[in-house]
């Protein structure tokens, strides 16, 4: 044991450099070519695939893995970023499990699909590692769309379009591209740089800038950008997070998961980075696993996420639950905050043990508390700096198919916008989907 | 624990595995080797006349086909008889049968098709004590060319000859090796009982192709950019080697005349397989060459396995007992309907049953609400393709209709009778003949 790990309240340096590195290695590896060979013999070329009809980009998957199959990654990876540019990234941090994977007709054969992200992964590595980008851009239309947010789903929709012979100008109001890749997925998923290493692979097929440091309702309006653009595509994500709404939220030691994961990602040295010893995560969803493994991977002694429902209701996955347990986080069920102790900073959150009366969430009365210098919330993100003249629908922008919000011109997808899961993938998908009827409307 | 000891041409060996005439028999180490694993007996690798050896290609001599996972399917060569000298050969064999006296030691020749060769190689083979002698009348490539192997085996004729050759100057058991690159493997299996051949074996190898490297266009294996047709062999080749044993079994000019069963064979099941199909024995290659000598374990254990689950207590209990139930096409029983029928519980949903039946056969299978797919009789013609490519087995089944029900395809009662071809009102030949 590294002699920082018993070191009470937030420390750094917990575990060594070394286990640490260890620690946030590739959760899933890269296939090594005979490896992927044997994966892919394992297809059986579905009619109809019931894999491709659970992948919200639509991949011709069956077809991906025979081209692996048949010795040309290069052709499988065409396959996939016909539907999906994003197809690296999708391959490492997508949910298979509950996508292509849950629905592979070897899951119900024998439990075990075929590995059809890293499959994916294999295929869409071959290409990009080789730095080729194997799309070329359409004559110029003349027209230019903004994209506000460099996302999946503003990247997905930005490189579609130029593609087509737009103009693209992405406004991201960070210092970098890639959104919730860069500043959210967890680290062990997207190794080795891979975020930025792909925007700048997408950004290859020209035509498009990126202005960083420029927000939407900061110096830049929605009419001014419909004034310098003939469409605007809006792909700001969730920059809101709820409140726990228990006293005392923001005494020292208690945190959004999210921007301590935002903080991880872009942390040049992890072992400088500070964790508690005993970390609580409150929530049940990707962020509460991500912010919990994540905890214990820096070197927290005891890490707990307290959901306030049952497993099955748990957002997370049941393989991301399983992960999460096998790293040596507890997960707790049916328990919600509701005190916070701590005079200088946070030492113990009380927890009340819930049952669900008629749908609603409501307290037992019992109580039991849990030492904890740490807290993240990750009780999920809200829509935050929407324009106010655009309709909402479940306090998210409201859209309807191709993604046109209630104002002409202006169209919407990923996580801001209403309807699909909020998933990388779906981002990828809504962006693509929008940018084919931008192009429609502005070249009829 | 079935007894698994076979005679065959009055030659014992403690199993009915045999090592086919191939490099795992090439010299007294290997062999020695094969009998410690439990190797039945051994065709020694191919001895030629007396004088300088032959030679073989100093590059790459095999080539493969793949299944799944590299999974060797089928394997070609380029290679020769045995390029080791006649003397050293016979010496090794001489001790080896001396040392395994409880093994057969065959010993494989192909000399030139001049009777005074074969008089003078076939006393110094009795001279070494091996069992008796496998006339190798079927390597397809190199020795073909100088008129030896395959060249010999197409020609029925010669077969016969040099079979008589032998029989009239040896006097132990001649077993004639056949090739499988010829029309009719009848002809020659008959040249060689007529030349008095106590036994055929077959098949050799088939001539082959196994792949062209797409960079330099050159066949592989490739031997300094060219290549040449080798030979074929492996489990691929074994539904094409148990044809032609059964041809030969069911033959009446030849039937009674005993086979060593040789292509393919990889398991305790094909043995049993060949074995059924009128083969006395079984000779392997590929597969010790695949996997080396231990998988005769394998092929002992579940064959007697095998016997016992069905009480054979001796392999002569199913040798053959397959043949009278390979017939001609024409003797089918066109009354006989099956329909397909899918197992709800087993089926994973794949669709390839559907997409097979759809795309190249009878539209006979519906893709319902769910991915349910479910057979209409009225359609299925109980081809058998979507049991084939269904990945689950016995997933769909072909089911027999009984008779006194009708067929919804094409309105007739099911019947009872048997009807062929020979009768049917289609046949012309039929009709005339009323
Ligand atoms: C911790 C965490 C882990 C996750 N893990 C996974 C996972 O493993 N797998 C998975 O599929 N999904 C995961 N998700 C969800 C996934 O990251 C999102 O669904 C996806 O990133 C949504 O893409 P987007 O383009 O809509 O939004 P985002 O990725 O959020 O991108 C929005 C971009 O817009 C910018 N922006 C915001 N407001 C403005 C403005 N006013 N002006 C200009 N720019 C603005 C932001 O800076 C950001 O770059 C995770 C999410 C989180 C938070
Ligand atoms: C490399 C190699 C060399 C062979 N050499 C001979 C040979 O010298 N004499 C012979 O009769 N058959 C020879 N054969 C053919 C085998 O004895 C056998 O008939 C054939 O391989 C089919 O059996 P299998 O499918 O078990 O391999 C050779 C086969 C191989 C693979
Ligand atoms: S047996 Fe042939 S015709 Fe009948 S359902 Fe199967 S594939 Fe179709």
Not at chain 1, 9 to 38: K, Q
Not at chain 1, 299 to 306: D, L, S
Not at chain 2, 335 to 344: F, L, P, R, S, T
Not at chain 2, 398 to 411: F, L, Q
Request: glycine letters at 10%.
């Amino acid at each position: 044991m590294a002699p920082g790990q018993m070191a009470s309240g937030l420390a750094a340096g917990r575990l060594t450099a070394a286990e640490i590195d260890a620690n946030f290695d590739d959760l899933h590896p890269a296939y090594a070519p005979h490896e992927a060979a044997v994966a892919a013999d394992r297809c059986y070329f579905c009619y109809d695939a019931p894999c491709t009809t659970a992948c919200p980009t639509d991949i011709d998957i069956p077809l991906f893995i025979r081209q692996i199959q048949t010795g040309q990654p290069e052709a499988a990876a065409r396959t996939i970023f016909d539907q999906n540019i994003l197809g690296g990234i999708c391959a490492r941090v997508c949910p298979t499990e509950t996508l292509c994977e849950e629905a592979c007709v070897r899951e119900t054969a024998e439990g075990k699909p075929v590995e059809i992200g890293r499959l994916q992964r294999y295929a869409t590595d071959t290409v990009m590692s080789a730095g080729v980008h194997p799309y070329s851009r359409a004559p110029e239309t003349g027209k230019s769309v903004a994209v506000v947010g460099a996302g999946p789903a503003g990247l997905a929709c930005a490189h579609r379009l130029a593609m087509l012979g737009h103009e693209v100008v992405i406004y991201e109001s960070r210092p970098k591209a890639g959104g919730l890749n860069e500043f959210g997925i967890a680290a062990y998923k997207a190794t080795g740089g891979f975020a930025q290493s792909e925007v700048d692979w997408l950004l290859q097929i020209g035509g498009i800038t990126i202005e960083t440091g420029r927000a939407l309702g900061g110096e830049l309006t929605l009419d001014g950008l419909k004034a310098d653009h003939d469409a605007v595509f809006l792909s700001i994500g969730l920059g809101g997070v709820n409140a726990l709404r228990v006293p005392d939220e923001n005494m020292p030691g208690v945190r959004n998961a999210v921007d301590f994961i935002a903080e991880l990602r872009q942390a040049e040295n992890l072992s400088a980075l500070a964790v508690g010893r005993n970390v609580v995560v409150i929530g049940g969803g990707m962020t509460a696993v991500d912010a919990a493994v994540q905890s214990k991977l820096l070197g927290a002694e005891n890490v707990t996420i307290a959901y306030r429902r049952g497993r099955d209701a748990m957002p997370a996955s049941r393989y991301e639950q399983d992960l999460a347990a096998s790293k040596g986080v507890r997960l707790m069920f049916n328990v919600m905050p509701v005190g916070l102790t701590g005079t200088e900073a946070l030492t113990a959150v009380d927890l009340e043990y819930t049952q669900v009366v008629d749908g609603r969430v409501t307290g037992t009365g019992e109580t039991v508390t849990l030492p904890a210098d740490q807290l993240f919330k990750a009780i999920g993100q809200t829509l935050d700096g929407a324009p106010g003249a655009l309709a909402l629908e479940g306090g998210k922008i409201a859209v309807s198919d191709g993604g046109r919000t209630s104002i002409d011109g202006v169209w919407a997808g990923g996580d801001c916008a209403a309807g699909g899961d909020d998933l990388t993938v779906t981002a990828v998908a809504e962006g693509r989907d929008a940018a084919m009827d931008i192009h429609k409307a502005l070249v009829g | 624990m079935a007894d698994l000891t076979t005679d065959f041409l009055g030659i014992s060996s403690p199993n009915p595995f045999w090592l086919a005439s191939a490099p795992p028999t090439d010299k007294e180490y290997n062999v020695r080797r094969a009998f410690e694993a439990g190797w039945g007996g051994v065709v020694w690798k191919t001895l030629g006349a007396e004088g300088p050896p032959v030679v073989n290609v100093n590059g790459p001599r095999y080539g493969a086909l793949y299944g799944a996972d590299r999974r060797l399917l089928g394997l070609n060569n380029i290679e020769l008889i045995t390029d080791r000298p006649l003397e050293v050969n016979l010496e090794e064999i001489a001790r080896v049968k001396s040392d395994y006296p409880d093994r057969a030691v065959i010993v494989s020749l192909m000399v030139p098709c001049e009777e005074a060769e074969w008089k003078a190689i076939l006393p110094r083979v009795a001279e070494t004590g091996a069992d008796g002698i496998e006339l190798n009348f079927g390597c397809p490539h190199g020795m073909s060319e100088r008129g030896m192997g395959a060249a010999v085996g197409q020609v029925p004729e010669y077969i016969e000859m040099v079979t008589r050759w032998c029989k009239e100057n040896y006097d132990r058991p001649v077993i004639v090796k056949l090739t499988p690159n010829i029309t009719d493997i009848r002809y020659p299996a008959r040249a060689a009982h007529n030349g008095g051949a106590d036994a055929v074996s077959l098949i050799n190898t088939i001539s082959s192709i196994t792949s062209v490297n797409l960079d330099n266009f050159s066949p592989e294996p490739s031997i300094d950019g060219k290549g040449s047709h080798g030979g074929y062999c492996g489990p691929a080749v074994k539904p094409i080697a148990m044809n032609m044993v059964a041809e030969i079994a069911r033959d009446p000019e030849t039937r009674g005349l005993p086979i060593s069963g040789i292509g393919g064979v990889t398991t305790w099941r094909d043995a049993a397989e060949f074995m059924s199909l009128g083969a006395g024995n079984v000779q392997v290659c590929t597969a010790a060459m695949t996997y080396g000598f231990r998988i005769v374990q394998e092929m002992t254990a579940g064959l007697s396995q095998w016997m016992d689950e069905k009480g054979y207590t001796s392999v002569q209990d199913f040798v053959g007992r397959a043949v009278p139930n390979v017939t001609d096409w024409q003797y089918l029983n066109l009354n006989y309907v099956a329909k397909a029928k899918i197992d709800q519980e087993q089926c994973i949903k794949c669709g390839r049953c559907y997409a097979a039946c759809e795309d190249t056969s009878h539209q006979a299978i519906w893709m319902k609400e769910g991915r349910v797919f479910e057979v209409n009789d009225a359609e299925c013609v109980a081809c058998n393709l979507c049991v084939d490519v269904c990945p689950v087995e016995n997933c769909i089944s072909m089911v027999e209709m009984a008779p006194g029900t009708v067929d919804p395809r094409t309105g007739r009662t099911v019947q009872d009778s048997y009807a062929n071809w020979t009768t049917h009102p289609n046949n012309p030949g039929a009709q005339a003949a009323e």
